[in-house]
């Protein structure tokens, strides 16, 4: 009997690669979506001694979204390794992004940026992508509302929002997006995943790897009324 073959199915989204660029474009509703797929590439090993992470973004953005400490643990971010860079304008953005990705010892640089941002050309993204293969750290250009361009970036994702699935007894379910691979150097592109945020493990991954490490469904047994109508008396005397 000859065998069938196996039914195809779509790999898992190659990670982003250290000492490369990357670019993350995303539109208003999808742009904390984006976010949290960038710290989940990111995150990294959660220890005190871990290399720092550089985000350039501009002082006033079109979204005024602020980092917050407490909203990043939540995604498995230890926001100790993280350093803030402000600047006046996307040109000043640039040249803060490329003077920290020549830095050695980062783990990550992450340019937020919105809009056109003309001064990002195929020259300047070459430049990082020279500055991550020297230092050896992980570069990604955040890019919301704004068009692909040129550019020598390794790979290129569109990053949406996703209606979470509900936990067992319908509670609020973890963070999910969609992740299309529009571009990638010497692969695959055009593929796209439903990830949804481990609350376990950590990371963002697509249902089928999550099976194997959702815990049980909650049994749905309860303590009788009369039982704890007990334990108060006994409380009270």
Known sequence: MVPQPS???VPLPPPLAAGHLHEIHADADGWA????????????????TAPPIV????????????????????????????????????????????DAARCPGLAAVVLETWGPLPDYDLTASRRLVLAAERSGALVI???GDAPPRASAAQTRWRIASAPSIALAAQAPGHAALTATLQRQRGGASGLSWLLHRDGWQG???????????????????????????????????
């Open 55 to 98: 985000l350039v973004r501009a002082a006033k953005t079109r979204q005024g979204l602020q980092p917050c400490g407490a909203g990043w643990a939540q995604l498995g971010f230890d926001s100790r390794r993280l350093v803030i860079v402000e600047t006046p304008d996307s040109l000043a953005l640039l040249r803060a992004g490329l």
């Open 141 to 143: 250009v955040l890019r």
């Open 203 to 237: 990371g963002f991954h697509d249902k089928a790897s999550l099976a194997d490490v959702q815990p049980a469904p909650l049994s749905g047994a309860v303590v009788p009324f009369p039982a704890l109508r007990a334990g108060e008396t006994h409380r009270a005397a």
């Open 33 to 48: 979506a984006a976010l949290g797929f960038v710290l989940a590439a990111v995150t990294g090993a959660q220890k005190p």
């Open 7 to 9: 039914p195809s199915r």
